[in-house]
């Protein structure tokens, strides 16, 4: 009887890990590098704007990256074609104009994998 106990909370605990990502997402997450901005820094105007995301495939299903989408204020910014990278950083910058409305700005990625699932940063 404690040999079924013990095989039933086994099989609870093989439950419990593997749903953990079943989809089996990719990983994105903010470039932390001396010199990047992190979420909630000030910038001030005529200050370049350095930020970047890193991401990797899930280990989940090993489906490589198929497309990184940038966004800034909701506005495009750029689109890379990661066909068959299994990891990839992106890194880029801008700078404020004086004539530029001043307050928060919102930069985002969005990575998709040949599977089609998807994870997103936001800074």
Do not use: R
């Not at 010199?35 to 200050?47: E, H, L, Q, T």
């Not at 989940?60 to 299994?86: C, E, F, H, Y």
């Not at 700005?105 to 936001?122: E, H």
């Amino acid at each position: 009887m404690k040999k079924l106990a013990l095989a039933l909370m086994c099989l609870v605990s093989l439950a419990f890990f593997a749903s953990c990502n079943p989809e089996g997402q990719p990983t994105i997450s903010n470039y932390i590098e001396e010199g990047y901005v992190k979420d909630g820094d000030v910038v001030n105007i005529a200050d370049v704007v350095n930020f970047g995301f890193v991401m990797a495939s899930s280990p989940v299903s090993n489906s490589a990256l198929a497309s990184l989408v940038v966004t800034i204020d909701d506005q495009g910014w750029d689109t890379i074609d990661l066909t068959g990278k299994t990891e990839y950083t992106y890194t880029d910058s801008f700078t404020f104009e004086a004539k530029e409305l001043i307050g928060e700005v919102v930069i985002s990625a969005v990575v998709t994998d040949a599977a089609g699932q998807i994870a997103t940063s936001t800074m």
